[in-house]
């Protein structure tokens, strides 16, 4: 109770001052603003612009200045409905659009357009709508790097006076007309069986000429073997002939050693004859030193007998 007796002896005004000092308190203390990191505070003063508040704390003055715009300066993506285009070969198609885009000055973005997403989804459109017209359908298909990137640049300039820069364009779908879908798939369809049929082709090809290869290497491997047969069967006769003719050599030279006499040069001469006679020939010419029979005869025999007539020591 003490107090408020305190309190009641001060008076009416004494309260009220300390109700206003808490109430300015209050005011002042809500005035404080934190902004956070990746965030910028458009402060209008009177209604005009009066600055841009970056990362960190700031202080509002009550009743005059106002936060007129919270922006995010995180890149942020921006995904549109699929748009009706008409290629250059009178297809429409429907392609929707995805496109990534900052925020680099808070002042522009919150002053330079009204409503900054709706203008860029237009602005997308009719580029989109432009570049496309000046495509075939096959072109519009395989060229999305390019589309790409004209819409891109396109788009950064148009929109720098907004303070947005476009970061990235990208073609989510490109989605023609059903029966142009039919008509793709067959030719796909087509085209791979084509590349299948050229594919069987060559494969045969391949093996046929694989097996021709092995038909000639095995001939010539033949052909080799019959040749090398053959060579080595001549250089064998032509061995057994040099072998016989080197025995022939040595007997002679073995005889020329002995110095055989006449009676034993004589009987070879005969055993010559009989063997020339025995063989198949019709005519016999016989040398004219061997038409004394007679005397080879008796030849022989003193040879003969003079052998049979050697007794061991």
């Not at 809500?30 to 970056?54: C, D, F, M, R």
């Not at 709706?118 to 060229?143: K, M, Q, V, W, Y």
């Not at 000639?216 to 016989?244: P, T, Y």
Request: charged letters at 25%.
């Amino acid at each position: 109770m003490g107090i408020f007796e305190a309190l009641a002896n001060l008076g009416g005004g004494v309260i009220a001052l300390i109700v206003l000092g808490i109430i300015i308190l209050i005011i002042l203390i809500s005035n404080i603003k934190i902004v956070p990191q990746a965030h910028a505070y458009v402060i209008e003063s009177l209604g005009a612009y009066k600055e841009t508040w970056e990362t960190g704390l700031h202080f509002k003055v009550p009743f005059f200045q106002r936060i007129a715009k919270v922006v995010s300066k995180k890149e942020q993506v921006a995904d549109f409905p699929p748009q009706p285009v008409i290629t250059k070969d009178n297809v429409t198609i429907q392609i929707d659009t995805v496109i990534f885009y900052q925020i680099t000055d808070p002042k522009l973005y919150t002053y330079g357009v009204e409503r900054p997403l709706s203008a860029i989804e237009n602005l997308s459109a009719t580029t989109l709508r432009n570049i496309i017209g000046d495509l075939e359908l096959d072109a519009t298909l395989t060229s999305r790097d390019v589309i790409n990137s004209k819409i891109r640049i396109i788009l950064d300039e148009a929109t720098d006076p907004w303070g947005i820069k476009v970061n990235r364009v990208e073609l989510k779908n490109i989605i023609p007309p059903r029966e142009i879908q039919d008509a793709m798939e067959k030719q796909m369809k087509a085209e791979r069986e084509r590349r299948e049929s050229i594919l069987r082709a060559e494969g045969e090809k391949h093996s046929q000429i694989l097996v021709a290869e092995g038909h000639k290497a095995s001939a010539i491997l033949k052909a080799e073997a019959v040749k090398e047969a053959k060579i080595r069967e001549a250089e064998g006769e032509a061995q057994a002939i040099l072998e016989v003719q080197r025995a022939l050599a040595d007997s002679i030279k073995m005889l020329n050693e002995a110095a055989p006499s006449d009676k034993v040069v004589a009987l070879k001469s005969l055993e010559a004859f009989q063997k020339a006679a025995d063989g198949k020939s019709t005519k016999i010419i016989i040398p004219s030193n061997i038409q004394n029979l007679a005397g080879l005869a008796t030849s022989v025999k003193e040879l003969i007998g003079s052998d049979t007539d050697v007794k061991p020591e």
